[in-house]
């Protein structure tokens, strides 16, 4: 039997719906807590540096609201490794960002930042944090990453979840080789972005991935069908595709 495999759930976007109207509802812990209940292992929580969706306090809510690890996404800022010294979250994943896009558009360019990314992660571990860094799927990335001295790496999948025809294919064996390089280096791996019920399965067979990390998939189902059933229908893909 394979080994199983985690979900973290992000509920960046339950956020996003919040801060539509700026009050309080949808609750963030209310969909952290009921993500738990529906089988989520890890809570993901992306703290942008122009706060369009989490708020500081969010972070603080959750954290003490879960019995389960929260995983901070952030950017390499100052103001950031300030504010998750203060938070102390068990879990951060280090992740690009600009101001300009609607969402991460790819990996953390680790390799041509490695001693800003290297001082940061070590910031991080001094804190308590087990660090991540989302990455592409690229050899020179996986290296550099090791290098760094971050113990996991989140492989980033939006290229496999945008490819069409034969590209879909290209794009899993990148998936596959750079996953295989990081078990060998002993980094553990996780992976998210983009994906859905529909194509989590092969990203899920892959046998060196631990975790995989999802949310807008998630939240835009749960407006038709609920939190829990949208959770449960990724889940029970992913745990398919391990049989």
Do not use: W
Not at 53 to 72: E, F, K, M, W, Y
Not at 223 to 234: H, K, N, R, V
């Amino acid at each position: 039997m394979s080994k199983a495999i985690d979900l973290g759930v992000n509920i960046d976007h339950v956020a996003t719906l919040r801060q539509a109207r700026g009050g309080r509802f949808p609750s963030v812990i209310d969909a952290a807590e009921l993500a738990v209940v529906a089988g989520a292992t890890g809570i993901t929580m992306h703290l942008r540096e122009d706060r369009r969706h989490i708020q500081d306090q969010d972070v603080r809510d959750v954290l003490a609201s879960v019995r389960v690890p929260v995983n901070l996404e952030m950017a390499v800022t100052d103001e950031m490794l300030a504010i998750a010294a203060e938070l102390r979250a068990p879990h951060c994943c280090l992740v690009p960002e600009r101001r300009e896009e609607l969402t991460t558009e790819g990996g953390l360019n680790v390799a041509g930042n490695a001693a800003r990314i290297r001082d940061a992660a070590g910031q991080l571990r001094n804190n308590g944090y087990r660090v991540s860094l989302f990455i592409d799927p690229d050899p020179e990335q996986v290296q550099a990453a090791y290098d760094s001295g971050a113990p996991v790496i989140e492989l980033h999948t939006g290229a496999y979840s945008n490819a069409k025809g034969d590209g879909i294919a290209d794009e899993l064996l990148r998936l596959k080789t750079a996953a295989e390089q990081a078990e060998k280096l002993g980094l553990i791996v996780h992976a998210g972005h983009g994906l859905n019920t529909h194509n989590v399965g092969p990203v899920a067979r892959l046998s060196q991935v631990t975790e995989l990390n999802i949310g807008h998939s998630i939240v835009s189902r749960a407006l038709f069908i609920g939190l829990d059933e949208a959770i449960g229908e990724i889940l029970r893909a992913m745990q398919d595709a391990r049989r």
